[in-house]
Nanobody, 118 residues
């Protein structure tokens, strides 16, 4: 069974930093676009950031504060989150999407909670 496993969530005060990690199975590492999504209570899941072929995208609300990256062997996905705000509080999900040659073509982690307090 293919699994993505997130770690690094927790509680932090506004203005602080956290770094999320996601272990990426080798099967997915070179086939998929990787991304971080989040879902706050009562809200829909949203794309926070994605990386594919060294091209990155960011939601407007996190641009300049968050940085997505892949480890050298593409087996770990990171999200460095700086200058955190209370509105960043959510469950953060690692995702492998648009995976070439695989069915299904997308995979999700179980999520990690990030709580930012004022």
């Amino acid at each position: 069974q293919v699994q993505l496993v997130e770690s690094g969530g927790g509680s932090v005060q506004a203005g602080g930093s956290l770094k999320l990690s996601c272990a990426v199975p080798e099967l997915l590492a070179y086939r998929c676009a990787m991304g971080w999504h989040r879902q706050a209570p009562g809200k829909e899941r949203e794309l926070v950031s994605s990386i594919s072929d060294d091209s990155t995208t960011y939601a407007g609300s996190v641009k300049g504060r968050f940085t997505i990256s892949l480890g050298n062997a593409k087996n770990t996905l990171y999200l460095q989150m700086n200058s955190l705000k209370t509105e960043d509080t959510a469950v953060y999900y690692c995702a492998a999407e648009r995976c070439l040659g695989l069915e299904p073509d997308n995979y999700w982690g179980q999520g990690t909670q990030v709580t930012v307090s004022s």
